[in-house]
């Protein structure tokens, strides 16, 4: 019912004055010429600090354009939503936001940021849970038997190489106590808090470094601080975070594929998206640390994995025909590495599907702001912002423009080996991205009739179509 009245429900706001006085196309062209870059911008107001996430964008960004595209009551929708700051910063300001996420971590950090109770019911469950937890992990035995019944082979022997013993008793105490509470967003919450102390941009309480910023890596030097710990300082942490938070009444997280968008046709006023790197970025590689102690076993996460835009796996696929640019970079990839071309090409298809599909939910003469990074595979900057626009013309948008920006790499969470001798490729490459403004074409309007003639029917047909029904009615007689 709530998902309804959130996609039906239609905005009796005031427009501000002078909000849609200039064409869209004039707006998102002047509004991708202002600055992009946001260089110190404040990024931890209201929720978007609740959980790392790699590769976020600025909350600046969707902020920038959902003030200029659209007024109070619009829908903003995120296809590809990772960790939900556009549908963050369309509830903040008073628009109804949908994201749409593959990821289940994702989808929980949306839900999360976006609906979350209030902050004085989170606070004494956090702290109930943790007196449950210290007990759990008092009784002699007791957290052994929890990790025994909770997990099949593979995953335990996961755990097993990356959390040491004590952290594990831990980790499962708290879980067990999060289950105890009856209420579902309360429980959400809590493992969010849980998966938080997992996945961090620094320390972390698993044997992994950095989880937030890239590929794990095994550090057996590192001394994990206790879970309980890093869980109440971290309870306390986001409890202020979601204290500013509006109700979620406006706002929708929806697992799902983004080339199969759960929206009727003609239903968002703006989309506001970034899509996964090509060959860059491997979220579930960082998300599993914390996905296993949520009930996901690694195989299933494996499979999972596989259907990600940008997946390795092949299978049996074979590249169709692509537009010239795009099959260009493909074949110059291909004299290369054919594997990594076939991989590309996986990527470019997928993407033009989930082009497809925001043309269609977008509304006649609305914007989409794709914000995309390039990638270099096998030493050849396969140019993925040039190549998606290419993509998205062909699904029906018009590119206005594409705009550059900075990165303020620290704020983005690249992937990055601080410290370390030599720089890696993403490295390399990651200090801009591209942000791409399309518009979808409003409709003609239907020409006037002259008063008297039926909706539909051309006028110079009239008396034709008289004398037909003449001739029916003699039949008849």
């Not at 007024?71 to 556009?86: F, H, I, K, N, Q």
């Not at 849970?129 to 007791?142: H, Y």
């Not at 831990?170 to 879980?175: F, G, K, N, P, T």
């Not at 948008?397 to 790499?409: C, G, P, Q, S, T």
Request: net charge positive; hydrophobic share 40%; with cysteine.
């Amino acid at each position: 019912m709530r998902q309804l009245r959130l996609l039906a429900e239609e905005s009796t706001a005031p427009v501000p004055a002078g909000v849609r006085r200039r064409p869209v196309k004039d707006r998102l062209s002047a509004l991708l010429d202002d600055g992009l870059d946001f260089a110190g911008a404040r990024t931890g107001y209201a929720s978007h600090h609740l959980h790392s996430f790699a590769a976020k964008f600025p909350p600046q960004l969707p902020r920038h354009f959902i003030l200029g595209l659209t007024a109070p009551g619009d829908l903003v929708l995120d296809p590809m939503a990772g960790s939900g700051t556009t549908v963050v910063e369309a509830v903040l300001l008073g628009r109804r936001g949908v994201g749409v996420d593959l990821d289940p971590l994702a989808v929980q950090i949306g839900r999360v940021k976006t609906a979350a109770p209030p902050a004085a019911a989170l606070g004494d469950a956090g702290r109930r849970v943790l007196t449950r937890a210290r007990r759990l992990f008092e009784a002699d035995g007791r957290c052994d038997e929890l990790l025994a019944q909770r997990f099949d082979e593979p995953t335990r022997a996961f755990l097993d190489y990356w959390f040491l013993p004590t952290t594990q008793r831990e980790l499962v105490a708290l879980v067990t106590a999060a289950q105890d509470e009856p209420d579902p967003a309360v429980r959400r919450f809590l493992y969010l808090t849980i998966s938080s102390i997992i996945v961090t941009k620094s320390g972390g309480v698993s044997l992994a470094r950095d989880l937030a910023h890239s590929r794990p890596h095994r550090d057996v030097g590192k001394e994990p601080r206790s879970a309980f710990e890093q869980f109440r300082a971290r309870l306390s942490r986001n409890l202020r975070s979601v204290t500013d938070m509006p109700s979620g009444e406006h706002a929708l997280i929806l697992q799902g594929d983004a080339a199969h968008l759960p929206l009727a046709g003609d239903s968002a006023h703006l989309i506001v998206t970034s899509p996964p790197y090509a060959n860059a970025i491997d979220y579930m590689r960082a998300h599993k640390f914390s996905l296993v102690w949520l009930g996901h076993s690694i195989p299933d996460l494996s499979e999972w994995r596989a259907r990600y835009i940008g997946a390795e796996r092949l299978g049996g696929f074979v590249p169709p025909p692509l537009p010239p640019r795009s099959a260009g970079v493909v074949r110059a990839l291909a004299e290369r590495d054919g594997k990594k071309a076939r991989i590309l090409a996986k990527y470019f298809v997928a993407m033009g599907r989930v082009f497809g599909e925001m043309h269609r939910v977008l509304r006649p003469g609305a914007a989409a702001i794709v914000v995309v990074g390039t990638s270099t595979m096998r030493g050849l900057n396969v140019q993925t912002h040039l190549c998606l626009a290419e993509m998205s013309t062909r699904a029906g948008f018009e590119v206005v423009r594409i705009a550059e920006r900075k990165l303020d790499r620290n704020r983005r969470m690249m992937p990055a080996r601080f410290g370390r001798r030599g720089k890696s490729q993403i490295e390399e490459r990651m200090y801009h991205e591209y942000v791409l403004g399309l518009l979808k074409a409003a409709r003609r309007p239907l020409p006037r009739r002259r008063a008297g003639a039926r909706p539909g029917t051309p006028t110079a047909d009239r008396a034709s179509i008289a004398r037909t029904n003449a001739h029916r009615e003699s039949l008849l007689d």
